[in-house]
């Protein structure tokens, strides 16, 4: 149990259409960032949040976009949704300092017809 | 691109044998940790080995690190039915505190 929720756990989108994801941290975790990790492959880094705003950004468009809220939750948005974009979208959280360790949700998938 | 090359991709043993997963990255690093993922969920830390250090245990996890030849391993002593996941490792660049480049990944399967 690592105390990041993220819902829907599931959700089917259509291309073009935009999508929210949510991630909801532990108290105290002021970090939190986003990943996307296509089938088969190791997750890869969208972007980083510390507190409310973006630190770090990996290699993806603008139309990814976020949010970090006070209250130790977060939303992912993605517009002009791809076929591409189809993956599971994972949140992690860390803790103030130095520590690299993460906490991650278990996840949402999202499926793009 | 992701920096991680994991090595073997599938890996298949009996419980109660040793399971041995290799990793490659290109850049120096901070730190270099493991994580281990069920069945597509999310990923749950198992050990940080940092820079400066050569090998750490956990249990029955024991971790090297070699920085001049950019690679890691991870062993699993007497592995069980329970341990059967994707293990990733994955670094922190130098300098880049926070993201997190994670290899392809390893997949263990440990057969009763």
């Known amino acids: 149990e690592t105390g990041v929720t993220q819902s829907p756990t599931h959700l089917i989108k259509t291309r073009g259409q935009q999508v929210t994801l949510r991630c909801s941290s532990q108290?105290?975790?002021?970090?939190v960032s986003w990943y996307q990790q296509a089938l088969g492959q190791g997750p890869q880094f969208i972007f980083q949040?510390?507190?409310?705003?973006?630190?770090g950004r990996g290699n993806f468009p603008p139309r990814f976009s976020g949010l970090q809220f006070p209250n130790y939750s977060s939303e992912l948005n993605v517009n002009a949704l791809e076929l591409d974009d189809s993956a599971l979208y994972l949140c992690?959280?860390?803790?103030?300092?130095?520590?690299?360790?993460?906490?991650f949700g278990s996840g949402t998938q999202l499926s793009v017809l | 691109s992701q920096q991680g090359e994991e090595d073997p991709q599938a890996l298949s043993i009996q419980e109660g044998e040793n399971a041995t997963m290799n990793c490659s990255y290109k850049t120096s690093i901070n730190n270099l940790q493991w994580y281990r993922q069920n069945s597509g969920r999310g990923l749950v830390h198992l050990i940080l080995?940092?820079?400066?250090?050569r090998e750490k245990h956990s249990g029955r996890l024991r971790v090297t690190l070699d920085t001049s030849k950019k690679s890691s391993s991870l062993l699993i002593t007497a592995s069980r039915a329970a341990d059967t996941a994707s293990y990733f490792c994955a670094t922190t660049p130098s300098g880049n505190t926070g993201k997190l480049i994670f290899g392809q990944g390893t997949t263990l399967q440990v057969k009763p």
């Open positions: 080995i940092r820079s400066n250090e």
């Open positions: 949040y510390y507190r409310e705003e973006e630190n």
């Open positions: 108290s105290g975790h002021n970090t």
């Open positions: 992690a959280s860390k803790t103030p300092g130095p520590n690299e360790k993460l906490f």
